[in-house]
């Protein structure tokens, strides 16, 4: 994500803005300011849990976190890719301000952040905070440059590792605390990414499952046998049982960290972030992967736990790209106010309306014969899809919540109305990215993974 030498002019600045403010192991409890944990799981849809009205048990601790939480019943990823996600919840920036709009480029090519921008990391390690980054898969490793600002950071040896993994190591970096010493950890759980593991053991269904499954595809309009690009062709009951068991899985990890977190009293001064960085095809509009503009790729799960604040379910449209502003309204730092001026995105608390309008878009993978650009724009319960030069699709989801029925036909006025935002939206981001670029004497150069990278890359279906 973040080129060393791309953020050489910013680490230049905040070096004038670190302090002393560490707290001390003695320090008094009304110093102490709050810890940060902010867990994303990878592809995880939000319909897939029982707090989100799922049919199947996949979700037991979460649901019990979402008892105590915020939860955002209408979160949308701003691209169904996990390296750009999480680009834009660590910065608070949509993708083309951040400079990332895929995993990888085709040919193995890195995308290079645009310079300017500052990192969650960077700016709490620069309060003091003790930091650490847990990663589970390849398209977050330190090569992506997503490490910036960590002073801790664990990456798998292969190309992913199964969430018991990470979470130990999360774990025994949680002991090593001294107390009062705030702290911001990121734990990044990749199971629900296919390919999946068997998980023999896991069992969260029930005698009714195949038809109430069946309902729920039916419902959506989801196809029953598709090809995945690697050729094979798969039964999608098959595919949401095997993605499902690996939603629990993560869960009972989730589970043990939560309770570590407990058990050394650090639960009560703990901001806790739970977000999924973007859903899963899973057959509805044809598709078994992400990447894709269906609502289905961008609902994601988001909970948000602040000591203090009353559990709430908020229906609000909201983006990833808010999930930052809000949390910095709960800290008071001044070093963070960087990050407060840098956001894209609103504090939700402060401001419980949201955006006037969400901003989504395809992944893109600079290649030609992949789909080319399109952008989504939700607003007023309404989804405009565009596509440069293309088509326009228009969904009423009041209506029309799974997006099956295409009425931009018969409301020409609307569609251009929010055709023209949308495009406003997209002028105002590039230039944005633009104006970051300004005063930069050189911008990092751009080059490719080595050779180990794209080999686990590519086994994970990224690089063709």
């Known amino acids: 994500m973040i080129a060393p030498r791309g953020w050489c002019l910013f680490l230049a600045a905040s070096s004038m803005l670190l302090t002393s403010c560490s707290v001390e192991n003695n320090a008094h409890p009304a110093d102490i300011r709050p810890d940060v944990l902010l867990v994303t799981i990878d592809t995880l849809r939000a319909d897939h849990l029982g707090c989100y009205g799922y049919f199947r048990n ?184 095997g993605y499902d068991r690996e939603i629990r899985f993560a869960d009972e990890q989730l589970g043990l960290l939560l309770d570590h977190l407990e058990a050394i009293r650090r639960d009560s001064r703990t901001i806790l972030i739970l977000a999924g960085d973007h859903g899963e095809g899973l057959g509805q509009h044809g598709e078994l992967g992400h990447g894709c503009i269906h609502g289905e790729q961008l609902h994601v799960p988001l909970l948000m736990r602040f000591p203090g604040q009353a559990p709430r379910r908020i229906e609000t449209r909201i983006s990833l790209s808010d999930l930052l502003p809000t949390l910095l309204g709960r800290l008071h730092s001044p070093e963070l106010e960087t990050l407060r001026q840098q956001a894209s995105g609103v504090d939700l608390l402060e401001h419980p309306e949201g955006q006037d309008a969400l901003f989504a878009q395809r992944t893109a993978r600079d290649r030609e014969d992949l789909h080319p650009f399109a952008y989504v724009l939700y607003r007023h319960g309404l989804k405009l899809e565009y596509e440069p030069g293309g088509e326009e699709r228009l969904f009423d989801l009041a209506i029309d919540p799974w997006e099956l029925r295409d009425v931009a036909a018969d409301h020409p006025d609307q569609v251009a109305e929010l055709r023209q935002l949308l495009l406003a939206k997209l002028g105002a981001q590039l230039e944005r990215a633009r104006v970051l670029r300004e005063g930069v004497e050189e911008l990092p150069a751009e080059d490719s993974f080595d050779e180990d990278m794209l080999r686990q890359l590519r086994s994970l279906g990224y690089v063709e």
Do not use: C
Not at 133 to 151: C, E
Not at 201 to 217: K, P, V, W
């Open 58 to 241: 996949t979700s037991p601790r979460i649901d019990a976190l979402a008892r105590e939480s915020l939860l955002f019943e209408n979160a949308y990823t701003p691209i169904a890719t996990t390296l750009p996600a999480h680009a834009t919840m660590l910065t608070g920036v949509y993708p083309h301000e951040h400079g990332i709009l895929a995993n990888v480029k085709h040919g193995g090519a890195r995308f290079i952040q645009t310079p300017g921008l500052q990192s969650l990391a960077q700016g709490l390690s620069s309060a003091g905070y003790r930091s650490a980054a847990l990663v589970s898969a390849a398209p977050l490793k330190r090569a992506t440059g997503i490490a910036a600002g960590f002073g801790f950071f664990r990456e798998p040896e292969r190309h992913s590792r199964p969430a018991d993994e990470t979470v130990q190591d999360a774990l025994a970096w949680l002991d090593t605390l001294k107390p009062g010493q705030s702290f911001f950890l990121w734990v990044h759980l990749y199971d629900p990414h296919w390919p999946y593991a068997s998980h023999e053991g896991l069992e969260f269904r029930e005698a009714s499952d195949a038809a109430t499954l069946a309902a729920f595809l039916e419902e959506r309009k989801a196809g029953s046998r598709l090809k995945r690009r690697a050729g094979s062709v798969v039964q999608v009951v098959d595919e949401i049982t």
